[in-house]
């Protein structure tokens, strides 16, 4: 079964950072777009960015401007999401998605995601 395992997630206070990774079970990233998102308790999920299968292109949600980074290490067959600056409303799951038509929109519309992982609890809290 094709599938997407985030880690990385936990506990941290205003202010602090964290590395998320997206590793792929079955299959590699290579051709894929990845994408991130998030689901606060009683919200809708929501795209927090993604990144091109070449790393070429990224695109970021205008709450994490700034404090997020995204990246990919094709060789490691990993995706990361560096978090800076963390605020307790990026307490969230977090979502890892494989967009296998390579296209990282700007919209983050979920269905152009065919591959989710099982998410990450991010609690920033003091």
């Known amino acids: 079964q094709l599938q997407l395992v985030e880690t990385g997630g936990g506990l941290v206070q205003p202010g602090g950072s964290l590395r998320l990774s997206c590793a792929p079970s079955?299959?590699?990233?290579?051709?894929?777009?990845i994408g991130w998102f998030r689901q606060a308790p009683g919200k809708e999920r929501e795209g927090v960015s993604c990144i091109t299968s070449s790393g070429g292109s990224t695109n970021y949600a205008d709450s994490v401007k700034g404090r997020f980074t995204i990246s990919r290490d094709n060789a490691k067959n990993t995706v990361y999401l560096r978090m800076n600056s963390l605020k307790p409303e990026d307490t969230a799951v977090y979502y890892c998605?494989?967009?296998?038509?390579?296209?990282?929109?700007?919209?983050?519309?979920?269905?152009?995601?065919?591959?989710w992982g099982q998410g990450t609890q991010v609690t920033v809290s003091s």
């Open positions: 998605a494989a967009d296998v038509l390579d296209l990282c929109s700007r919209s983050f519309q979920t269905y152009e995601y065919g591959y």
């Open positions: 079955g299959f590699t990233v290579d051709y894929y777009a």
